[in-house]
């Protein structure tokens, strides 16, 4: 008998015969690779004897019919969670660096030389100067590499406790970033957050990688050029970046650097995002309170919000909205240049 090269597989009937009984399944190729086609064969036509072999070709179809096997999806979908991450290869897939970089602001007061007058608050933000590179010499947010068995959170706090000695009592998500390029040394995705630091618990001190920690005065606002300037200064240092608005969704703005101002990496625009998403928090009053001690006025607690969100409130609005949110106590400030103010603290949330 004539063996031809062409199996089963291109036999329409038993393509057919496969789909109908198995969808999404196919033959191994071993088994049918290399038998005849009968009814295809010229010796098998006009009356030869091998064309009796019709039937035992037809037995055969079903037979391999039988025998299909899965293949890809339907294969995977038969292996246990064992087997299939036994044969996993993470390696495989290209993946990221994963850091977490932090946005951690503060409240300052500053002595205005008249004791008649409160003190003036200033919304700081805490930068560290690079002492490697990429970037070195510039100043940046605090955050570092992702380490294995911990979350991108942990290592948030890690991160700014370690470079700048601070550890906030909350962080507040602010977004991922991720744009091919943010970061010279490869592909590598942040994480960031912003935090809210009391004056009375820092302390400045650079570790790690950073070879300096300090708090600029930030001012923030949009031009009447259309563009977002962002203004950092500390002492006779300062940085101006100037960034545009891509879109706006779900009261979320995406920048893009115009001009980096001095700042590393895509810093410029985690910043204005942070103070973006900051200030729509500020509005519900929960935010502002973690700029505050304890027990505190209800003017300081007035300046926090107008500070923030660079607005001016009337006292007598602001007291009527606020009043849900406060409790007063039966203390006074003391030490101050005019009379005693009342001393409020947080009402208890109910649960």
């Not at 910043?271 to 309170?289: K, M, P, Q, S, W």
Request: proline share 4%; charged share 30%; with cysteine.
């Amino acid at each position: 008998m004539k063996i031809r090269e062409q199996g089963f597989l291109n036999d329409q009937r038993f393509t057919d015969a496969v789909s109908e009984k198995n969808p999404g399944m196919r033959v191994r190729g071993e088994i049918f690779c290399g038998l005849a086609s009968a009814e295809r064969d010229p010796e098998l036509q006009n009356g030869s004897p091998m064309r009796s072999d019709r039937e035992k070709n037809r037995k055969t179809i079903k037979r391999l019919v039988n025998r299909t096997i899965p293949c890809g999806k339907e294969r995977q979908a038969m292996q246990t969670e064992k087997e299939f991450l036994s044969q996993y290869k993470i390696s495989d897939y290209e993946r990221p660096s994963m850091t977490a970089d932090v946005a951690a602001f503060m409240i300052r007061s500053e002595e205005t030389g008249n004791y008649k007058r409160d003190a003036e608050s200033r919304l700081s933000i805490l930068l560290v100067r690079r002492g490697g590179h990429p970037f070195r010499g510039c100043w940046a947010l605090p955050g570092g590499f992702l380490k294995p068995a911990e979350t991108i959170e942990e290592c948030a706090f890690r991160e700014i406790t370690e470079e700048a000695n601070v550890k906030p009592a909350a962080l507040l998500p602010v977004g991922i970033f991720s744009d091919p390029g943010r970061d010279p040394r490869g592909w590598i995705v942040s994480c960031a957050y912003a935090s809210i630091i009391s004056e009375e618990s820092v302390q400045q001190a650079g570790g790690d990688d950073a070879s300096d920690a300090q708090w600029f005065d930030v001012w923030y606002d949009r031009g009447k050029d259309g563009y977002y300037h962002l203004d950092l200064r500390y002492r006779d240092t300062e940085l101006h970046a100037v960034l545009s608005e891509i879109k706006t969704s779900f009261k979320r703005t995406l920048f893009e650097i115009k001009d980096s101002g001095g700042l590393a990496f895509d810093h410029a625009r985690i910043i204005a995002t942070a103070l973006t998403v900051l200030r729509e928090n500020a509005g519900d009053y929960e935010t502002i309170f973690d700029f505050l001690p304890e027990k505190f006025t209800l003017t300081a607690l007035q300046k926090v919000q107008e500070t923030i969100m660079n607005i001016s409130i009337l006292p007598a609005n602001f007291r009527r909205k606020v009043s849900d949110y406060v409790t007063e106590t039966d203390e006074y400030t003391q030490g101050t240049g005019h009379r005693p103010a009342k001393l409020y603290r947080r009402k208890e949330r109910e649960i």
